[in-house]
């Protein structure tokens, strides 16, 4: 285990190799559509030249980070780094597209509808809506002045809201330990720990974003206290102001803990089969007091099968052992999908927005409902 102190020692990490995301132990079980941008991020995480680009942008979706926030067209902001004409190149591109690619339209519909869910989910509790940040140069929308957002902000914000509505503060009060399985660049966590920032935190996520949850969160909190997790040898601390960051493939560190709070956003749903058993049957996951759970009700529906959307796992909802006093369950008000082009049978059709059949079809926001389901329960 080492601590990051500073954002600059995240670079020295990774110039030192501590960070255990070169270890390959992991590959074979990992779904197949992540494989190639793992190695591609890692490649670009063990260059000197090209990683603190990287670390500027890696919420970009022209970042290639695994983790790249969702939009295509719209929201878009320069490359930050070194080649500024060609970013500025890019970024004049893309202006153009916002307004001339018929995708563009369909997108900002999507998006937009998005909002409306937002608004519409927000339960008066907290009132906190707050702006997102500019850590990692994410794709931003904003309606006016005092609001600037995109889709992943909005579910966190909506994610929080709906924790702090179903358990009460006096119960998040209780709470002293959390964890986020598949916790992404800490940005739910995040949020949460800047209500309670004396409450101890532990994130897993997969080890080429292990670096980038260390500078989201360590731009943030520039005094709290991470560890970060790089062999089997390592424990976690439990002191309140710390967050613990543990790699995927270092699981079995953290799984026969228990948490006050286990929290999992849709990552569970898209593991292997073999991961997926892992978590569940772990006791970190069975014996944390409450769990905040949203995933897909089945993570390869057959109206699917055999296209670009689709899992090659077969987990549905009855495999996640909702057992307990279910204190909320509801389909989650969002979507992950974007936009679509169909064929005549109902299929969508991967399409590069750059082909020909991209640029002359008609794009448009699927009229179907979230396929997650969302449920917090206390065990």
């Keep these: 285990m080492f601590t990051i102190n500073s954002k600059s020692s995240i670079l020295k990490s990774l110039s030192s190799r501590l960070f255990s995301f070169t270890d390959d132990s ?12 793992i190695l591609k991020q890692r490649s670009i995480l063990e260059d000197k030249s090209l990683c603190k680009d990287f670390l500027l942008n890696f919420r970009h979706p022209e970042s290639n980070s695994i983790i790249g926030e969702m939009h295509s067209l719209n929201g878009y902001k320069c490359l930050k780094g070194k080649n500024r004409f060609q970013n500025i190149s890019k970024y004049t591109i893309r202006s153009l597209l916002k ?19 937002y608004k519409r989910s927000q339960l008066g509790v907290s009132n906190y809506n707050k702006s997102i940040n500019d850590i990692g ?15 992943r902000w909005l ?28 916790g992404c ?19 897993i996520e997969l080890g080429e974003n292990i670096p980038l949850a260390a500078y989201y969160i360590k731009s943030i909190f520039k005094d709290k206290e991470i560890n970060i997790i790089n062999k089997t040898t390592d424990s976690l601390s439990f002191e309140g102001n710390i967050i ?5 493939h270092l699981f079995e560190i953290a799984s026969n803990e228990s948490f006050d709070l286990c929290c999992n956003y849709v990552s569970l749903g898209e593991m292997s089969s073999i991961h997926f058993k892992e978590y569940i049957n772990s006791k970190l996951y069975k014996n944390s007091k409450l769990k905040h759970i949203v995933n897909r009700v089945s993570s390869s529906p057959y109206y699917l099968k055999n296209t670009f959307y ?7 909802i009855l495999d996640y052992n909702l057992s307990g006093n279910v204190k909320y369950f509801d389909i989650f008000p969002f979507t992950h ?10 299929q969508s059709i991967n399409c590069s927005l750059k082909d020909y059949k991209g640029l002359i079809s008609s794009w448009k926001r699927c009229p179907v409902s979230s396929q997650q389901f969302e449920c917090i329960i206390e065990v």
């Design 99 to 117: 307004y001339l690619h018929p995708f563009a339209y369909a997108e900002r519909d999507w998006i937009m509808w998005n909002y409306s869910q």
């Design 137 to 151: 140069n994410p794709p931003i929308m904003k309606l006016d002045s005092t609001f600037k957002w995109n889709l």
């Design 26 to 37: 992991y590959l074979s079980n990992i779904e197949r559509s992540y494989k190639s941008r």
């Design 310 to 316: 689709s899992w090659s796992n077969n987990q549905t």
């Design 337 to 346: 999908f974007f936009p679509l082009l169909e064929s005549k049978e109902y």
């Design 244 to 248: 613990n960051l543990v790699p995927a």
């Design 155 to 182: 579910r966190y914000l909506y994610l929080r809201e709906r924790l702090f509505f179903t358990l009460g503060k006096e119960t998040m009060k209780n709470i002293h330990s959390i964890v986020d399985i598949g």
């Design 185 to 203: 660049y800490g940005g739910f966590i995040s949020l949460l720990a800047e209500t309670y920032p004396s409450k101890n935190y532990t994130l």
